[in-house]
Nanobody, 115 residues
């Protein structure tokens, strides 16, 4: 069984930064595709950042140049560094992992960008 635990959310002012972390446990591989989605109130869940098996990254246009995702294979962890945060970045951020065709999710961590 695969479990994902996110941390690092919170309240930040516009222009500020936060770093989210997600650690996977269970039967996972170090090279599993992982990444982040987010869901704002009243909106559909959207992809924010994806890290492939080869550790290349893809980002939503809305966060390019501001967000950076990275992974630590030894720790089965993925991170999301979020800079220059905007109020429209307010959402619950979910970590995901793709393992043998199955998609696993964390419970999410709330990021609120407000003055």
């Amino acid at each position: 069984q695969v479990q994902l635990v996110e941390s690092g959310g919170g309240l930040v002012q516009p222009g500020g930064s936060l770093r989210l972390s997600c650690t996977a446990s269970g039967s996972v591989f170090r090279i599993n595709p992982m990444g982040w989605y987010r869901q704002a109130p009243g909106k559909e869940r959207e992809l924010v950042a994806a890290i492939t098996e080869t550790s290349s990254t893809n980002y939503a246009d809305s966060v390019k140049g501001r967000f950076t995702s990275s992974r630590d294979g030894a720790k089965n962890s993925v991170y999301l560094q979020m800079n220059s945060l905007k109020p429209e970045d307010t959402a619950v951020y979910y970590c995901y992992l793709n393992h043998l065709g199955g998609l696993y999710w964390g419970k999410g961590t709330l990021v609120t960008v407000s003055s």
